[in-house]
Every structure is written in structure tokens, then in C-alpha cells.
């Protein structure tokens, strides 16, 4: 994406930028300049504080680098702090989702926001110890699957106990018009070749879910509430999302770790561990089978957006095909192809209960020796739907592992 003018406003020390191209536009607001005190007094001038914030005079040195997700500054002010930047600005719930986290999370003390858009976050710097990211790499490089499992499960916990924590702050309907208005929108500008709306379950309702979460945002017993991905920038949330979305995302992780290492571990047991782990921790209506039922997308089609959203980063600057999410794309047209064929059994089951209602009807009262046969249809019709739904993929099994 190319630099254009932007006539938008910004406060002291930063400015505003916008990127084109391809389709798709991406408005930043970024700090000039961070290499010394002066600037970071500049910086925040303008800007309101929330929270526990270092006070600008006691800060006696800064430093700073840049990530992929906007620039990160190292604070002294008596005891270290880390400020992060969000050049992209947020969905405006970073701080319900920190007031909201179990005690024991890695949350923002404090930030700074400008006309009620959140531009810095602090945080006291601590030393957290290793994160599930890098003990899951060191497991998988020695191929110790039952270390790696274990990993992978008290992460799926973290985040459980995250989920159980904010369902009774925030949980509304299930909103799959636009949950597929969006899938919609990322299929078109990336001209791609898949077409992919699911009906939902009843039992994914949105709550303040993370949106962006990775392995190595958990540490311990600890889930780190961090800054969004560049595609929330790219494309701006208009809708809420459930919680099976974060552990799309978290799954999606470790298929990325999985993809870059040389381990001879199949994934499908290290992803059961971590879905496990969150099941045991979750709501319990969040975790059910028909919550996962990938006929009514399930986790699969969170999955299926997570790597869309990989591509459409990846796009945006040209960085060349991102993989695992690549090929797993290349594998969605076969795996929408066995779930279009088990609809085979779904069809004959609603003949059968058709015939055997059908038949009820027109000879009702029935005699005794017509009884059953509309019995025997009903009763095919049971088994028949109980075979379909025993044929949706179980979300342990990878895109790619089709048999």
C-alpha cells in the first residue's frame, strides 16, 4: 500500500497518515518522533490519561523500537514501564476486557486516549517468565509431544478462565449477518475463490472477546490483553464476535509455530490439547458439541478467517504468501465438499420423518398393522441424522487432514 495525503487532524507529536491500494485504505495516526524525553512530553500534552500513568517529569529515560504492531517505548520513571502505541487505534473496548480479566492477567495499568480513541497503553514492566510460544517451540524442536501438550492445555485454560470471566460482564445474541457480511467483504478484496457462510450456533454469542490472541500472549497462569493486528486497520470492526473466535485465533498460532518448526509431531493431538484445556475452563453452553459443530461453521470457519486475515495483511504490504494460511486455504474447497456430501444423510432423514409423519397422518387412527411403518421411519430418520451429525469434522482435525 502506497502513502497518501491525509487531511485528518492528529495531536502534538504525531501525525497522520493514510495508505491505499489494491482496494483497501488504512488510516494511522503516528508518534514523530520517540527518542527522548521532550518528545514524550510533546506526545501526551494533548492527550487524556486513564488509569495509573508514569507522571511525565519523574521520566528520567526512554528508548524505543518498532513492531508489527506500532511503535513500543521503554519508560524509567522509579520502576520501569513499557508503552505501547496503537496507530490504528482500537474497537474502544480495551479497557472493559482489562476491568473484565481474571486477577492475575497481564492488563494495561493506565493509557492515554485522544476524541475517545485509545492511542497509548502503559503497563508496568515485569519479568513474566517464558510464554507458551517459546515452550511449545522448544518442545516441539526436541519432539517431546507430552511437554508440548501440557503447554498447549494450560493455555487453552487461560483463556477459558478469561472467557468465564467476562460472560457475565458482556453477552449478546449471536449476530451471523454480519459475522458473514464481513467473511463477505475479506473474499471480495482478496478476489479470492472461496465463498464460505455458515448459520452459526446459537450457542456462540458475542462477549468481549480478545479479537487477536497468540500463544505467546500467555505466560503461566497469566493472558496478556494486547494491542490489535494490523487488520483491524485495514478493516475496522462493525460487529462483536464470540468467543470461539479467540481460540480460532489461538489455534491458528500454533499451526504457525507447528508450520515453522521441523517437528515430526502431527498437529491434530496438539491442537485436541489445547481445545481441551479451554473446554475445561469455558462456559460450558460455549464449549458444547454444538458450539463446535463445523456444519454450522463451528470453529472451522474461524479458523477459515483467521488465515483470510493473514493473506489480507500480507497483501497489504506485499510481504509474499503467509503460510500455514496459504495452504490451508488450498484445502477448504475439499473440506466444504465433504460437508456438502454428508448433507446426503441429512436429506434422507427429513424423507424418512416426512414418509413416517406422512404416513401418520393419512392413517390416523392407524390400525395395528400399519403402526410400524411410519415407526420404522421415524426411526431411520433418527439414525440417519445422527450419522450426519457424527460426520462433521471434529475441530481437533486440520484443514488438511481430510480422512
Known amino acids: 500500500m502506497a502513502e497518501i495525503e491525509s487531511d485528518s487532524e492528529a495531536p502534538a507529536g504525531f501525525r497522520a497518515v493514510r495508505f491505499a491500494g489494491i482496494g483497501l485504505v488504512a488510516s494511522m495516526i503516528e508518534p514523530t518522533s520517540v527518542s527522548n524525553l521532550d518528545d514524550w512530553k510533546t506526545l501526551v500534552s494533548e492527550l487524556e490519561a ?37 496507530p490504528w487505534g482500537s474497537d474502544g473496548r480495551l479497557r472493559a476486557r482489562a476491568k473484565a480479566a481474571p486477577d492475575g492477567s497481564h492488563v494495561p495499568s493506565g493509557g492515554y486516549t485522544w476524541a475517545d480513541r485509545d492511542m497509548i497503553l502503559l503497563r508496568r514492566t515485569s519479568d513474566a517468565g517464558s510464554d507458551t510460544a517459546s515452550e511449545l517451540k522448544e518442545a516441539l524442536r526436541v519432539d517431546d509431544l507430552s511437554d508440548a501438550q501440557e503447554a498447549l492445555r494450560i493455555a487453552g485454560e487461560v483463556l477459558g478462565r478469561y472467557h468465564s470471566a467476562v460472560e457475565t ?81 489461538l489455534v ?103 414418509f413416517g409423519i406422512a404416513s401418520l397422518v393419512n392413517t390416523f387412527p392407524p390400525a395395528l398393522g400399519e403402526i410400524p411403518i411410519p415407526i420404522a421411519c421415524l426411526v431411520v430418520s433418527y439414525w440417519l441424522y445422527g450419522v450426519y451429525k457424527r460426520l462433521s469434522p471434529p475441530p481437533e482435525r486440520p484443514f488438511t487432514h481430510l480422512g
Not at 222 to 249: K, N, Q, V
Not at 296 to 323: F, K, M, N
Request: aromatic content about 8%; proline content about 6%; glycine content about 6%.
Open 50 to 86: 486513564w488509569g495509573e500513568v508514569p507522571n511525565p517529569d519523574s521520566i528520567t529515560r526512554i528508548s524505543s523500537e518498532s513492531s508489527d504492531r506500532g511503535m513500543i517505548a521503554a519508560l524509567s520513571a522509579g520502576s520501569a514501564w513499557t508503552a505501547e502505541f496503537l
Open 169 to 249: 460482564v458482556r453477552t449478546t445474541p449471536p449476530d451471523p449477518s454480519r459475522w458473514n457480511a464481513r467473511t463477505q467483504w475479506l473474499e471480495e478484496k482478496l478476489r479470492a475463490t472461496l465463498i464460505w457462510r455458515a448459520k452459526y450456533s446459537k450457542n456462540q454469542p458475542c462477549t468481549l472477546s480478545l479479537g487477536e490472541v497468540r500463544l505467546s500472549d500467555v505466560s503461566g497462569d497469566s493472558l496478556r490483553i494486547g494491542r490489535p493486528r494490523l487488520a483491524d486497520g485495514l478493516r475496522a470492526h462493525t460487529c462483536e464476535f464470540p468467543a470461539m473466535r479467540d481460540l480460532a485465533s
Open 252 to 354: 491458528h498460532d500454533l499451526s504457525r509455530i507447528h508450520h515453522s518448526s521441523s517437528t515430526s509431531l502431527e498437529l491434530t493431538p496438539l491442537r485436541l490439547a489445547l481445545i481441551e484445556g479451554w473446554k475445561s475452563t469455558a462456559p460450558a453452553d460455549w464449549t458444547s458439541d454444538d458450539a463446535f459443530y463445523s456444519h454450522r461453521g463451528g470453529l472451522a470457519i474461524w479458523e477459515y478467517e483467521q488465515c483470510l486475515l493473514d493473506v489480507l495483511e500480507a497483501t497489504s504490504h506485499q510481504s509474499g504468501p503467509p503460510e500455514p494460511a496459504v495452504t490451508t486455504l488450498a484445502y477448504v474447497k475439499a473440506y466444504q465438499k465433504r460437508m456438502f456430501s454428508n448433507r446426503t444423510y441429512g436429506a434422507l432423514s427429513m424423507m424418512a420423518a416426512f
